[in-house]
């Protein structure tokens, strides 16, 4: 079982990146998937999640109308479009999957996104 995010890095405030979350190992569909990050000195807090078809999301209030998390069972694949992004979104990404029906739960190892002039 894996959970590998890829997609991060420096980027101007104002800009955008676009964060990838490659599942293997389960069956992707029967998990709710989310994006958490944690800036340095801070807790980890939850960025958005999407339930198992994509058909709901969620977004924390500092990134809604800027962040569109989705996903494709298909590929296994659950992405984070990040635009107009602020110094305050420098933080490390994780890509989180919950079995919907249990408590089993993985997580990535983090991508470091870093917005800054």
């Known amino acids: 079982v894996q959970l590998v995010e890829s997609g991060g890095g420096l980027v101007q405030p104002g800009g955008s990146l676009r964060l990838s979350c490659a599942a293997s190992?389960?069956?992707?569909?029967?998990?709710?998937m989310s994006w958490h990050r944690q800036a340095l000195g801070k807790e980890r807090e939850l960025v958005a999640d999407i339930s198992s078809a994509g058909g709901t999301t969620y977004y924390g209030d500092s990134v809604k109308g800027r962040f569109t998390m989705s996903r494709d069972n298909g590929k296994n694949m659950v992405y984070l479009q990040m635009n107009s992004l602020k110094p305050e979104d420098t933080a490390v990404y994780y890509c989180?999957?919950?079995?919907?029906?249990?408590?089993?739960?993985?997580w990535g190892q983090g991508t470091q996104v870093t917005v800054s002039s």
């Open positions: 989180k999957a919950e079995l919907i029906l249990g408590p089993r739960q993985y």
């Open positions: 190992g389960f069956t992707l569909r029967t998990y709710r």
